[in-house]
Structure formats: C-alpha cells, structure tokens
C-alpha cells in the first residue's frame, strides 16, 4: 500500500468521448506527476504538477489537461478520445526535493471503444 | 535521441540468481530507476543509482556504469512472487523536475 488511490479503476469510454481519471496523493506529498502506460510498454510521462500548476509536460497534446487542488488531489482530463487512448493511466506522488522515491497509485484501465 | 533497451522476458529457477540488464542513450544523466510490476498493479520503487557502482538492498542489487550506459538489476534467492516486469527508466540531466524515460520492462518468469 502506497497510500495513493485513484478512481475509477476501471473504464470504458467510446471514440470522441471525454474522460476525468482521479488521484488522491500520499499525504503531505505536494507533487503529482501522471503517465499512460500502453500493454505491454514502460510508463510515458503526460505531465507534472506541483503546488497546482503544471510544471513539466511529456509529449501528449493539448487533448490531455489536468488540474491539482489544494488538498493535493489530481485529475487528469482527457477530451476527444482516440482508440489509441486506451492503456492504464497512474498517477504518482512526492514530496518536491525529497529523494528520488515517488509513490505510484494502483492505475485506471481506459478501454476506448 | 533517447532510447533504454532491456531484454523483453527471462525465465529463470526458484531459489536461483537472474542478471536483467539496461543500456541507456540519453541526452543527460541525472539518476536510473528500477521499478518492479505485478501484472495489473503500479510500480514499485526497487532502486536508485546515481554514481558508478553496485547498491545493495536485501536480495536484490543494482548497478550502474555510466561511462558504458548500463545498468543491471541482480535478483538472489529467487522466489514465486518475484515473477513480475521489472522497469528500467532514466532522468535526463536536461530535464526539470521528475521527467522519467522508461524502458518497456522485463518480464520475468519463475519457474519451480
């Protein structure tokens, strides 16, 4: 246990749909970073919040956006989905200039149909 | 360009020792991970190495050379349970923050 959770667990969503995936971070941990993970693949890096504004981005476009709130809990909002969306979304949680261990949470698998 | 190569699935014996190796082509280095994953489930934190050498904890060891761009990770008294994909990734120096390049992970396979 990590302490991370995120929600739904799992979902399914139809090509051109909108979808919100949800993080509740480790407590105390004010940076939140989020990947996709496609089966069988590493985890791609979409982007990273911190104190609730997006401080690093991978190479997803403009479609993937998110948000941080207060309480250090995330989304991640993904419009128009495409086919190729489909993969297990994580998000993952630190401490800024901690250490190099962040926390991951237990995934949202996204199926696009 | 960025590119981390790590072998695709290893199968090796209960109680046995398994070498999963990583070589690296970034455009800096500032540190390299090794994550574990059950199927289905997140990562987890199994190491970090930032300077030549090999870093032991427990059963498991990992090392890194930076001047060849290669890591690996060594697995002792293997176990069932550590059937799972091991995940190699890199910061880049270059790179703020947390931005991690991963490897796509090795599966590794215990067999009785």
């Known amino acids: 246990e990590t302490g991370v959770t995120q929600s739904p667990t799992h979902l399914i969503k139809t090509r051109g749909q909108q979808v919100t995936l949800r993080c509740s971070s480790q407590?105390?941990?004010?940076?939140v970073s989020w990947y996709q993970q496609a089966l069988g693949q590493g985890p791609q890096f979409i982007f990273q919040?911190?104190?609730?504004?997006?401080?690093g981005r991978g190479n997803f476009p403009p479609r993937f956006s998110g948000l941080q709130f207060p309480n250090y809990s995330s989304e991640l909002n993904v419009n128009a989905l495409e086919l190729d969306d489909s993969a297990l979304y994580l998000c993952?949680?630190?401490?800024?200039?901690?250490?190099?261990?962040?926390?991951f949470g237990p995934g949202t698998r996204l199926t696009v149909t | 360009g960025q590119n981390i190569d790590q072998p695709t699935e290893m199968t090796a014996t209960e109680g046995a020792i398994v070498q999963i190796n990583c070589t690296y082509q970034?455009?800096?280095?500032?540190?390299l991970f090794w994550y574990q994953q059950h199927a289905g489930e997140a990562p987890t934190f199994l190491s970090y190495?930032?300077l030549d050498g090999l870093e032991e904890k427990g059963r498991f060891s990992s090392f890194l050379s930076r001047s060849k761009g290669y890591s690996y990770l060594l697995l002792k008294e293997l176990q069932m349970k550590d059937s799972a994909s091991y995940l190699c990734?890199?910061?880049?120096?270059?790179?703020?923050?947390?931005?991690?390049?991963w490897g796509a992970g090795t599966k590794l396979i215990i067999k009785p």
């Open positions: 993952a949680s630190r401490v800024s200039g901690s250490g190099n261990e962040q926390y």
């Open positions: 407590s105390g941990h004010n940076t």
């Open positions: 970034t455009s800096g280095f500032n540190g």
């Open positions: 919040y911190y104190r609730e504004e997006e401080n």
């Open positions: 190495n930032v």
């Open positions: 990734a890199v910061r880049e120096a270059l790179r703020s923050n947390y931005q991690l390049i």
